[in-house]
Nanobody
Framework: RVQLVESGGGSVQAGGALRLSCVVSGYTFSNYCMSWFRQAPGKERVGVATIHTGGGRTYYADSVKGRFTISHDNAKNTVYLQMNSLKPEDTAVYYC???????????????????????WGQGTQVTVST
C-alpha cells in the first residue's frame, strides 16, 4: 500500500525558512513525479512545485520561484521542499502528492491539476506571521 507522510511544518516569522519532507513508501519503481501543493483556508488547493524523481526536472509556481526549492533523495524515497524568504501569504496546509502515470501535458501545466495525482499525504500546516 502506497503511503506519503509529510513532516516539517510549523510556525515562522516572515523572512524565515522551513523545510518540508515527504517520505514515500509502498512503491517500488524509481521514476515518477512528486509535487507539493498548498491550500489556504477558503481557497483551492494549488500546485507549488514538482519534480521528476528520475531525471530531476522541476517546475515551480510563479508565486514561489526563487524562494522555494524542491528536491528528491532516491535512496531515502523522500521529497523535500525548502522554503526560504517566507511570506504571510505562504500560510497554508502543504500536501505532497505522487503521480505515477502523468498525462502527456503534465509539464505543460498539468502538474498543477490535483486530478493528475494518485496519492496524497495528510498535510502539514505552515504558518508565517508578520
Amino acid at each position: 500500500r502506497v503511503q506519503l507522510v509529510e513532516s516539517g511544518g510549523g510556525s515562522v516569522q516572515a523572512g524565515g525558512a522551513l523545510r518540508l519532507s515527504c517520505v514515500v513508501s509502498g512503491y517500488t519503481f524509481s521514476n515518477y513525479c512528486m509535487s507539493w501543493f498548498r491550500q489556504a483556508p477558503g481557497k483551492e488547493r494549488v500546485g507549488v512545485a514538482t519534480i521528476h524523481t528520475g531525471g530531476g526536472r522541476t517546475y515551480y509556481a510563479d508565486s514561489v520561484k526563487g524562494r522555494f526549492t524542491i528536491s528528491h533523495d532516491n535512496a531515502k524515497n523522500t521529497v523535500y521542499l525548502q522554503m526560504n524568504s517566507l511570506k504571510p501569504e505562504d500560510t497554508a496546509v502543504y500536501y505532497c502528492a505522487a503521480a505515477f502515470q502523468p498525462s502527456p501535458n503534465y509539464y505543460a501545466g498539468g502538474w498543477q491539476t490535483p486530478l493528475e495525482y494518485n496519492y496524497w499525504g495528510q498535510g502539514t500546516q505552515v504558518t508565517v506571521s508578520t
